[in-house]
């Protein structure tokens, strides 16, 4: 059992930054891929980034790319999303999330989910 722990999350004015940690704890971080995904008020989850491991590729979301820089620290058993040039459309409630499988967490079939961490963009 992996156990994620998000963290960073608050308000923030369109422009600004914010950077989410997750860390996780329970197994061995390392053989994991782990990404991000949020949820906004009436809308379905949505994916927003991974890293794998060791080769540390990171993919984004359209919505996100050019903003959003997703890594990953083993020794701490923690990944980042640092989030740039925030929009009030990236208002939602962000995940964490890890699986052994890259292609399974980008369909969103994830082993482990943490509990959400509120971000808020206003206008």
């Known amino acids: 059992q992996v156990q994620l722990i998000e963290s960073g999350g608050g308000l923030v004015q369109a422009g600004g930054s914010l950077r989410l940690s997750c860390t996780a704890s329970g197994r061995t971080f390392s053989p994991y891929a782990m990404g991000w995904f949020r949820q906004a008020p009436g809308k379905e989850r949505e994916f927003v980034a991974v890293i794998t491991w060791p080769a540390r590729r990171a993919d984004y979301a359209d919505s996100v790319k050019g903003r959003f820089t997703i890594s990953r620290d083993n020794a701490k058993n923690t990944v980042y999303l640092q989030m740039n040039s925030l929009k009030p459309e990236d208002t939602a409630l962000y995940y964490c999330?890890?699986?052994?499988?890259?292609?399974?967490?980008?369909?969103?079939?994830?082993?482990?989910w943490g509990q959400g961490t509120q971000v808020t963009v206003s206008s």
């Open positions: 999330a890890a699986d052994r499988s890259r292609a399974e967490l980008l369909l969103g079939s994830v082993d482990f």
